[in-house]
């Protein structure tokens, strides 16, 4: 029997949700969903990391949308589909320093940095 379920999210349920590891570990929120202007598509959702995940403090980390299950078997807890290795290592940033600069150079690093490749071409 075929439990996944396929429908639209909002930003704000996907918000409200508890985003945990395989492992069924807690480790934070999604903070918020950037999209790519040019495209139309997410370009890379934020993660918020718990304070007591790795003791990473409040940190702030960008990961692809294809890092993420969506169709779990409990509608208010989404899956990170990466290792919690990866996760410590992970480059971030805190809510004052968001990253700026070429968009598309940074969106590559995060896609490169998790092992996801970019579903479309850049438009530069």
Same mark, same amino acid.
């Given at each position: 029997?075929? *439990? +996944?379920? !396929?429908?639209?999210? /909002?930003? /704000? *349920?996907?918000?409200?949700?508890?985003?945990?590891?395989?492992?069924?570990? /807690?480790?934070?929120?999604?903070?918020?969903?950037? @999209?790519?202007?040019?495209?139309? +598509?997410?370009?890379?959702?934020?993660?918020?990391?718990?304070?007591?995940?790795? %003791? @990473?403090?409040?940190?702030?980390?960008?990961?692809?949308?294809?890092?993420?299950?969506? !169709?779990?078997?409990?509608?208010?807890?989404?899956?990170?589909?990466?290792?919690?290795?990866?996760?410590? %290592?992970?480059?971030?940033?805190?809510?004052? %320093?968001?990253?700026?600069?070429?968009? !598309?150079?940074?969106?590559? /690093?995060?896609?490169?940095?998790?092992?996801?490749?970019?579903?479309?071409?850049?438009?530069?």
């Amino acid at each position: 029997m075929n *439990t +996944e379920y !396929h429908f639209p999210i /909002s930003s /704000s *349920t996907a918000s409200n949700c508890t985003v945990k590891t395989i492992r069924d570990e /807690s480790v934070g929120t999604i903070k918020d969903i950037m @999209l790519d202007t040019e495209t139309g +598509e997410v370009a890379y959702i934020v993660l918020s990391v718990d304070t007591g995940f790795l %003791n @990473l403090g409040n940190k702030l980390l960008a990961l692809p949308w294809e890092a993420f299950d969506f !169709h779990g078997h409990q509608r208010d807890v989404i899956i990170v589909k990466v290792e919690k290795e990866k996760l410590e %290592n992970a480059p971030g940033f805190d809510d004052d %320093n968001w990253p700026v600069g070429p968009q !598309h150079e940074f969106i590559n /690093s995060v896609h490169t940095y998790y092992g996801f490749e970019r579903r479309r071409a850049l438009i530069e």
